[in-house]
Structures are given as structure tokens and as C-alpha cells.
T-cell receptor
């Protein structure tokens, strides 16, 4: 079974630039999550999708972050414009709706904002 | 907070020794999970223990759960250098709706010295 795929693996940008991350969840997993993990901390949930609908985006900084999951499969997370404090690893995870606690994580995208 | 808090923050042991990490949480849970994260990688699910279980084994891993004390421990026996990683606990709350999320603490950084 293929795991959660993410790209790119690394991205370096300057502050005020825009960046986008892509995630392809495990086939059949209707629930998709984006987490932000700052160095030395645990992952923090940014947004949760159920198919192509948003379940929870309460911790997403909506003035600069946006995410979509068109067609209920792949998802993109965008930051526009980026700030220095956005430097982190962005993790995507997916799960079956009947087992939301069993999440499978992708390798993450490491973002450095200069 | 639904967040699990791991203790200690860092642990360094010799190969072959046992490693014990602890987790405390504050809300009533349905289950609790432990994840491992190797440097630069995503999280990998290790083991899940349900609220009605007190102990669970998986290979060299032993997890205990004390719901009266709202605490859990992860024991890795006969540690190997490859066990070097960050370990996170994730309590899964009983409450319904979007509040049911995995919430991670800062983790325990385990270093196994050869």
C-alpha cells in the first residue's frame, strides 16, 4: 500500500513570497489533515478535510494560509505572503473516516523562510 | 487541554538499555497512541492502547495506561541505535464532533548511543 505522498520535500523562500505544498493521501482515505511542526515542538493541526469539505480550520491563520482539496483526493496548502515564523515542517496525514485516530503521515515539507 | 505532555524532554541511553518515556494528559480519552518521528521524517504510528486496557505489548514496546492518573508510559526494551528518534503520545478524546483531534506535545527526544 502506497503511503501519503508530499512534495516538495524542501523549500527555501524569502519572506513575503508565496509557497504551495501538495499532498496525495492514501487511496480510500477520505479524511486529510495538514499539520505545522515547528522545530522542537510537536505537530499542530492546521486544517482537517472530510472528502472536499473542511471539518476544522480553527487553527489555520486565514489571513495568509489557505488550503483546498478539490475532488476530495489531493490537497494543496498555500502560504501567501510567508513570514519568518512560518519556517517549519508541514506534515500531511490521512485516515479512514471510521478511524480518525489512526492517522498515516507523509514525510513532510521542510520550509525555510529567509 | 487534550494535549499529551511527554516526559522527559530528552533521554540518552546506551545501546541495550531500556528506555522509558511518560505521557500525561488532562481529558477523558477513548484511546492513546504513541508515535515515533525520525529526524527529518514524518510520524510513524507505533501502538494504540484503548481506555479499557492497562497494558499492551508490541515487539520490544510495552505501553501502560492508567486512566485514573491520566498517564501512560512507553517502554522500549533492549534499545538499538535505530531507536534514536522523537517519541510523541497522542491522547484521543471521548468528546464528539470536531473536538476529536490528535493533539501532540513536544515529545521525548531519545538518543541511543552505540
Amino acid at each position: 500500500e502506497a503511503g501519503v505522498a508530499q512534495s516538495p520535500r524542501y523549500k527555501i523562500i524569502e519572506k513575503r513570497q508565496s509557497v504551495a505544498f501538495w499532498c496525495n493521501p492514501i487511496s480510500g482515505h477520505a479524511t486529510l489533515y495538514w499539520y505545522q511542526q515547528i522545530l522542537g515542538q510537536g505537530p499542530k493541526l492546521l486544517i482537517q478535510f472530510q472528502n472536499n469539505g473542511v471539518v476544522d480550520d480553527s487553527q489555520l491563520p486565514k489571513d495568509r494560509f489557505s488550503a483546498e482539496r478539490l475532488k476530495g483526493v489531493d490537497s494543496t496548502l498555500k502560504i501567501q505572503p510567508a513570514k519568518l515564523e512560518d519556517s517549519a515542517v508541514y506534515l500531511c496525514a490521512s485516515s479512514l473516516p471510521r478511524a480518525p485516530h489512526e492517522q498515516f503521515f507523509g514525510p513532510g515539507t521542510r520550509l525555510t523562510v529567509l | 487541554s487534550q494535549q499529551g505532555e511527554e516526559d522527559p524532554q530528552a533521554l540518552s541511553i546506551q545501546e541495550g538499555e531500556n528506555a522509558t518515556m511518560n505521557c500525561s494528559y488532562k481529558t477523558s480519552i477513548n484511546n492513546l497512541q504513541w508515535y515515533r518521528q525520525n529526524s527529518g521524517r514524518g510520524l510513524v504510528h507505533l501502538i494504540l492502547i484503548r481506555s479499557n486496557e492497562r497494558e499492551k505489548h508490541s515487539g520490544r514496546l510495552r505501553v501502560t495506561l492508567d486512566t485514573s492518573k491520566k498517564s501512560s508510559s512507553l517502554l522500549i526494551t533492549a534499545s538499538r541505535a535505530a531507536d534514536t528518534a522523537s517519541y510523541f503520545c497522542a491522547p484521543y478524546p471521548i468528546s464528539s464532533g470536531s473536538a476529536r483531534q490528535l493533539t501532540f506535545g513536544s515529545g521525548t527526544q531519545l538518543t541511543v548511543l552505540p
